[in-house]
């Protein structure tokens, strides 16, 4: 692809070289030769890639000196974010997978129904009465329940398990082992005997457009209505939601992070590593939660009345800052108490 066709998709200036240049990979600094495209954020960084063999640098506007000798081997890209511009020149230019169709060792399901291009790998299942969009790569010994409907351009990576009753958007990326829909740890204890009986297991789950969900996630059914995963939230690997669980547009969810039933996490929220959300938790829109941060079952964790890209941080979540002074003050109490040789 040419450099002044990633420009027309994507916007920026060319502020120098040659807008024929093509492109065809992105790579990093150290790696790029001809052909590939790299980015910089600083004037360190653009020094770098104008000693390196790249064909062309996106870079933040003003990074250029006006008095800078020119450098014609390289084109140059301005944009306010040259990092998002060179993600998603990388995504235009990534090589789209052939279409393989079904392989003879699949196994189809009675009226399932296949839309263009669809790849089913070997040893992959889909279930009876499932439908797959235009384009979806079901890769091998995945295993997709009957009645499944996924959306277009879905990639189902390897030994992936979808139950029954769950509904998936257009673009989802599914990463090897991610299990969705099996049953929510909802069970009633018999106080006489001790017994447990599985509250029902009926609900469904739904996942929206340009989800992504890294290698070895679960996500519950709801018990009785819905979970729901919604719009572009991104999955880090080894996450665990529970039933009735309803994670917002834009979502971030770091790896170990556990969520239980009936929580509610906002748009735009960050949940980093080993994260705990007791059950029926409301966490708010852009909220960032620390690493290790937990939150006790019906708290609420808002930013109102905080500043933007406040952390909330400890057991039980609160501003960092309110943590750091906690923390000072319960040394110095250590010190004294040891002063007074009590």
């Given at each position: 692809m040419k450099i002044c066709e990633l420009i027309e998709k994507l916007?920026?200036?060319?502020?120098?070289?040659?807008?024929?240049?093509?492109?065809?990979?992105?790579?990093?600094?150290?790696?790029?030769?001809?052909?590939?495209?790299?980015?910089?954020?600083?004037?360190?960084?653009?020094?770098?890639?104008?000693?390196?063999?790249?064909?062309?640098?996106?870079?933040?506007?003003?990074?250029?000196?006006?008095?800078?000798?020119?450098?014609?081997?390289?084109a140059m890209v301005e944009d306010r974010q040259p990092k998002l511009w060179f993600?998603?020149?990388?995504?235009?230019?990534?090589?789209?997978?052939?279409?393989?169709?079904?392989?003879?060792?699949?196994?189809?399901?009675?009226?399932?129904?296949?839309?263009?291009?669809?790849?089913?790998?070997?040893?992959?299942?889909?279930?009876?009465?499932?439908?797959?969009?235009?384009?979806?790569?079901?890769?091998?010994?995945a295993?997709?329940?009957?009645?499944?409907?996924?959306?277009?351009?879905?990639?189902?990576?390897?030994?992936v398990v979808v139950y029954p009753g769950t509904t998936i958007g257009n673009r989802v990326m599914l990463h090897a082992g991610v299990v969705l829909g099996a049953d929510g740890f909802g069970y009633v204890r018999d106080p006489a005997t001790g017994a447990y009986t599985q509250f029902?297991?009926?609900?469904?789950?739904?996942?929206?457009?340009?989800?992504?969900?890294?290698?070895?996630?679960?996500?519950?059914?709801?018990?009785?209505?819905?979970?729901?995963?919604?719009?572009?939230?991104?999955?880090?690997?080894?996450?665990?939601?529970?039933?009735?669980?309803?994670?917002g547009e834009d979502a971030i969810l770091v790896a170990l992070t556990g969520i239980s039933g009936s929580s509610t996490i906002g748009k735009g929220a960050v949940l980093a590593g080993q994260v705990g959300i007791g059950d029926h938790v409301t966490v708010g829109e852009g909220v960032i939660l620390g690493g290790q941060a937990g939150v006790f079952s019906g708290k609420t964790v808002t930013n109102d009345g905080l500043k933007p890209g406040t952390v909330h941080w400890g057991t039980p979540a609160r501003p960092l800052q309110q943590v750091l002074r906690e923390q000072a003050t319960l040394a110095r109490l250590a010190k004294r108490r040891e002063r007074s040789g009590s």
């Open positions: 916007g920026g200036e060319l502020a120098q070289g040659d807008a024929e240049t093509r492109i065809r990979a992105v790579n990093g600094l150290a790696q790029a030769g001809a052909g590939d495209l790299v980015f910089a954020e600083d004037a360190a960084t653009v020094a770098e890639a104008l000693r390196s063999a790249a064909s062309a640098v996106v870079l933040r506007a003003g990074l250029i000196a006006p008095d800078a000798a020119p450098a014609p081997a390289i993600a998603r020149a990388g995504k235009l230019l990534a090589p789209k997978l052939p279409s393989v169709g079904v392989h003879p060792s699949a196994v189809i399901g009675a009226g399932v129904k296949l839309g263009a291009d669809v790849s089913v790998a070997a040893c992959a299942v889909v279930g009876d009465g499932a439908e797959i969009g235009a384009g979806t790569r079901i890769e091998a010994g295993v997709i329940g009957a009645g499944v409907r996924i959306g277009d351009e879905c990639r189902i990576y390897p030994r029902p297991q009926q609900g469904t789950l739904v996942i929206e457009d340009d989800v992504e969900i890294g290698a070895n996630c679960t996500i519950d059914r709801g018990a009785l209505e819905e979970t729901r995963v919604r719009r572009g939230a991104k999955f880090d690997n080894l996450i665990h939601v529970g039933h009735n669980c309803d994670i």
